[in-house]
């Protein structure tokens, strides 16, 4: 249960940062436009890419011990300049995310969208394929924690998706997304030290 909350918990800090794909999720739910195809579709593919990190990087790095210490410290790198870049946004004001008006779009497009936004985005490979497999690798139930992992991913976009006319006044804020920000930058740097400081 350990394993598949760290997992659930890491997966959820990785994807909760304000990008393309958040705000995709965000401006459907907000419109109640195809919200469930798009976060089903988003949670899928994430589900398919940590599965691939968990049961191939994660053995790969574990066999390997320079590919390992590699992934580490080039982890731990991504993970500061991810933090620096949220804590530089919290400083220069956040950014509010607001839906764009217009008609309604045809389902097909939508997903094609969202799967643009999903397969063509390079950091979704180092957070799923290569942290989350490498970070795996330190625990003895990697499918707990790859399953732990995908429950992250599912429940931030379903949470995203059917809680955007919720949130829509909080988000419109630049002051939330400020606080936002800086959590995330915390909780990057807190894992960066984590793989930095890790003997054996």
């Given at each position: 249960m350990f394993t598949l909350l760290s997992g659930f918990a890491l997966s959820v800090s990785?994807?909760?940062?304000?990008?393309?794909?958040?705000?995709?999720?965000?401006?459907q739910g907000l419109r109640q436009e195809h919200v469930f195809a798009v976060c089903a579709l988003c949670a899928f593919s994430d589900a398919v890419l940590i599965t691939a990190g968990v049961t191939?990087?994660?053995?790969?790095?574990?066999?390997?011990?320079?590919?390992e210490m590699t992934v580490?410290?080039?982890?731990?790198?991504?993970?500061l300049w991810y933090g620096a870049?949220?804590?530089?946004?919290?400083w220069t004001g956040g950014a509010a995310l607001k839906a764009a008006a217009g008609e309604t779009r045809p389902l097909l497009p939508t997903l094609l969208t969202a799967l643009a936004l999903t397969w063509l985005n390079p950091h979704v490979?180092?957070?799923?394929?290569?942290?989350l497999g490498s970070i795996s690798a330190r625990y003895d139930n990697t499918l707990a924690f790859g399953i732990g992992a995908a429950l992250g991913s599912a429940v931030f976009f379903f949470s995203l998706g059917y809680g955007a006319r919720v949130l829509a006044p909080?988000?419109?804020?630049?002051?939330?997304w400020q606080v936002l920000d800086v959590?995330?930058?915390?909780?990057?740097w807190a894992i960066a030290a984590s793989l930095v400081l890790e003997r054996g």
């Amino acid at each position: 249960m350990f394993t598949l909350l760290s997992g659930f918990a890491l997966s959820v800090s990785l994807i909760m940062a304000i990008g393309a794909q958040n705000a995709f999720v965000l401006r459907q739910g907000l419109r109640q436009e195809h919200v469930f195809a798009v976060c089903a579709l988003c949670a899928f593919s994430d589900a398919v890419l940590i599965t691939a990190g968990v049961t191939g990087m994660g053995a790969m790095v574990a066999r390997l011990t320079w590919l390992e210490m590699t992934v580490r410290w080039g982890g731990a790198a991504f993970l500061l300049w991810y933090g620096a870049r949220n804590f530089w946004s919290a400083w220069t004001g956040g950014a509010a995310l607001k839906a764009a008006a217009g008609e309604t779009r045809p389902l097909l497009p939508t997903l094609l969208t969202a799967l643009a936004l999903t397969w063509l985005n390079p950091h979704v490979y180092l957070d799923t394929v290569l942290l989350l497999g490498s970070i795996s690798a330190r625990y003895d139930n990697t499918l707990a924690f790859g399953i732990g992992a995908a429950l992250g991913s599912a429940v931030f976009f379903f949470s995203l998706g059917y809680g955007a006319r919720v949130l829509a006044p909080l988000f419109a804020r630049p002051k939330a997304w400020q606080v936002l920000d800086v959590l995330i930058g915390i909780t990057m740097w807190a894992i960066a030290a984590s793989l930095v400081l890790e003997r054996g």
